[in-house]
């Protein structure tokens, strides 16, 4: 396809369907946010089935839709032992890393863990992404041929 005539212009339309498709996926990012899970568990609710700790957590948990990123919160008692857990939309909005930071005072450990990515789910993320642009890409070389 190199040296035809028209091979400037398909680059070229080939490049605006790409960015017009990152373009869309920053939108979406901005105006719909980030899927999160919403649950909370804690050992104390005895005649409640845990299914939102790591350790026993089902995807039928309720999600919901978030504008910045979601989190995950455990806290421990000052021996250690857990006291809560719940998964929500990230609540403080100026520090979404992506990673767990530990919160310690005197009676409690938090860890916050938090993500801006679909369910902290970093890989479908970006297969939601190269999705976006490949099917672009597809779409315009059905126009072309
Ligand atoms: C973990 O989940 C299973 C079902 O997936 C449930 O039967 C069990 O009670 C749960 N464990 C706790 C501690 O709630
Ligand atoms: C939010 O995160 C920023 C940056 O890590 C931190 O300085 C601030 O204290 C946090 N705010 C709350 C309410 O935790
Ligand atoms: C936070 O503290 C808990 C309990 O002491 C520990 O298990 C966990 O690894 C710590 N997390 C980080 C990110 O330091
Ligand atoms: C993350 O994505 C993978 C592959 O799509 C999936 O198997 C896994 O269950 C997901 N994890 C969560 C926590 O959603």
Known sequence: MFGRPSSNSFLLSV???????LFCLSTLQTVEGVQCYVCSWSPA?????????????SESVR??????????????DKN???DFFYRNCAANTSSITGTCVNETSKAITKEIC??????C????????QL?????????????QF
């Open 15 to 21: 490049t605006s369907v790409v960015l017009v498709g």
């Open 80 to 82: 250690g032992r857990l």
């Open 121 to 128: 789910n970093q890989s479908s993320g970006l297969e939601q």
């Open 131 to 143: 999705g976006i642009v490949l099917s672009g890409i597809l779409a315009l070389l059905m126009i």
């Open 114 to 119: 938090n993500c801006n990515s679909n369910y």
């Open 45 to 57: 609710d005895s005649n409640r089935a845990d299914v939102c700790t790591r350790k026993n957590f």
């Open 63 to 76: 999600t919901h839709s978030c504008e910045t990123g979601c989190e995950t919160v455990t806290v421990f």
